[in-house]
């Protein structure tokens, strides 16, 4: 396993040949699956600093174990990435310095490596430490004699600096990624010190800002929730994913009332048209893909499935129409995610890259 700094994007489970061979294994073509794989790990995979659960092993754990085989050196060259970045983010925590989204965010960070170790068969230690690390968050960090949210972060999803930094809500980048995963761990059995406590103040959070991608230092400090503003309802950022995260939350809190409001959401945005005009492709990450595999997965853990059968059925066809026209080929942008949400299945568990089940 060769740990690096930059390699070629094939071994991106976003835009890569590991992102292509998940339709295939999907689909049961494992003779395709293989050729990806094998495009993608041509040129060595990393297990450096730059290795997450969109990029290098742990990207190659999670797609080899959509077919139910990973290599013990692959599983790993995982384990040193996740004690390392755990080692990380401790140091700065000590140090009383704010962290970067990509310390925990889902697509660079320790809530994508928590989803992927809750793919594993059985528990195992690192996910619990994953775990204890993203119910810390929720502690306040006190910097420049002000109190802030535990995930407050200086800079922004490209590195940008933000003065004052910014609270970041979206799934992909922001509290949404680790508010999923600590509910799916507790779907699925899991659980640590503090974890509903985490859950609860997360979702208090995403109830008054989850409508803004991210929250300013300035906003922070008005009486009053910045307006809505109409803004793209995408999965990565935006008002659907975070609904389905707060579902994810409310059935974790057995919190009917919170439920009942996000799947509210749901149909609201999914039924307006200033929201819906925001979307301009059939991407998964943006786009008709990422909203039509949301509101499945919504659908699916609704008491009232049937609001969702003509909402799910127009967005089917949004993203039929504008499929061919993705110029890339690959997971998250490209071809190969939109194709994935049109099919419809879920057999081998792929949208859990997603943290949407």
Request: proline share 5%.
């Amino acid at each position: 396993m060769k740990a690096t700094a930059a390699l070629p994007r094939t071994q991106d489970l976003s835009e890569g040949a590991l992102g292509i061979a998940l339709l295939h294994i999907e689909r049961g073509d494992l003779e395709s699956a293989r050729c990806s794989l094998s495009r993608a790990v041509a040129g060595g995979v990393s297990a450096g600093g730059n290795a997450s659960l969109f990029h290098g092993a742990p990207a190659l754990e999670f797609v080899l174990s959509r077919t139910g085989r990973v290599n013990r050196d692959v599983r790993t060259a995982v384990d040193r990435v996740v004690a390392a970045r755990l080692a990380a983010a401790r140091r700065r925590q000590a140090s009383g310095v704010l962290p970067h989204l990509a310390e925990f965010d889902l697509i660079r960070g320790l809530a994508g490596l928590g989803a992927l170790l809750l793919t594993r068969d059985g528990t195992s230690p690192l996910l619990n430490e994953v775990l204890d690390y993203l119910v810390s968050l929720r502690r306040p960090i006190r910097t420049q004699g002000r109190e802030l949210p535990g995930w407050w972060s200086d800079a922004g999803p490209a590195g940008e600096r933000l003065p004052g930094g910014h609270g970041n809500n979206g799934v992909a980048h922001g509290i949404a990624g680790p508010l999923a995963v600590l509910s799916l761990a507790a779907r699925h059995g899991v659980h640590v010190q503090g974890q509903y406590e985490a859950i609860e103040v997360f979702a208090r959070w995403l109830d008054k800002f989850g409508r803004c991608y991210w929250i300013t230092r300035d906003q922070l400090s008005d009486p009053e929730p910045p307006e809505t503003q109409v803004a793209r309802p995408s999965w990565c950022y935006g008002q659907l994913g975070i609904a389905r995260t707060q579902q994810l939350a409310a059935v974790a809190l057995n919190d009917p009332v919170r439920r009942r409001a996000a799947e509210d959401t749901v149909v609201r945005v999914l039924t307006d048209r200033p929201h819906l005009g925001k979307i301009t492709d059939a991407s998964l990450c943006h786009g008709w893909g990422g909203l039509l595999t949301v509101a499945r997965a919504v659908a699916d853990d609704s008491p009232t499935p049937d609001r969702y059968t003509t909402l799910i059925e127009n967005l089917k066809g949004h993203l039929a129409a504008g499929l061919d026209r993705l110029s890339k080929s690959g997971f998250m942008e490209g071809r190969a995610g939109a194709q994935l949400a049109l099919d419809g299945t879920n057999t081998t568990g792929w949208t859990r890259a997603l943290l949407i089940t």
